[in-house]
């Protein structure tokens, strides 16, 4: 079993960039893919970005391709979302996944068996 934190949340001006930590504690970090995923109020919690246990493979949503990108420091037992050039439409509960079950469903939360309480980023116009 595997705890996870998010941390990094805040409040930002369209443009600007924020970088959003998962932390986790409990069994080996390094044996988990991670998610990130959002959930904006009164809409669907979605997929924003995935990365294999091992850094190799990474996956994005497109509405956030070429402006966020995801890297983990297993030695740290962190996982990190960068935000670049955020819009308003960025604004969400951002929350950190964990798998140990081969990633096979990546996109989707089913996918995932552990989560974090989530952080909040707004992005003002």
């Known amino acids: 079993q595997v705890q996870l934190v998010e941390s990094g949340g805040g409040l930002v001006q369209a443009g600007d960039s924020l970088r959003v930590s998962c932390s986790a504690s409990g069994r080996a970090f390094s044996n988990y893919n991670m998610g990130w995923f959002r959930q904006a109020p009164g809409k669907e919690r979605e997929f924003v970005a995935g990365i294999s246990w091992s850094g190799r493979s990474t996956l994005f949503a497109d509405s956030v391709k070429g402006r966020f990108t995801i890297s983990r420091d297993n030695a740290k037992n962190t996982v990190y979302l960068q935000m670049n050039s955020l819009k308003p439409e960025d604004t969400a509960v951002y929350y950190c996944?964990?798998?140990?079950?081969?990633?096979?469903?990546?996109?989707?939360?089913?996918?995932?068996?552990?989560w974090g309480r989530g952080t909040q980023v707004t992005v003002s116009s």
């Open positions: 996944a964990a798998d140990s079950a081969g990633w096979s469903r990546p996109y989707a939360e089913y996918g995932y068996e552990y």
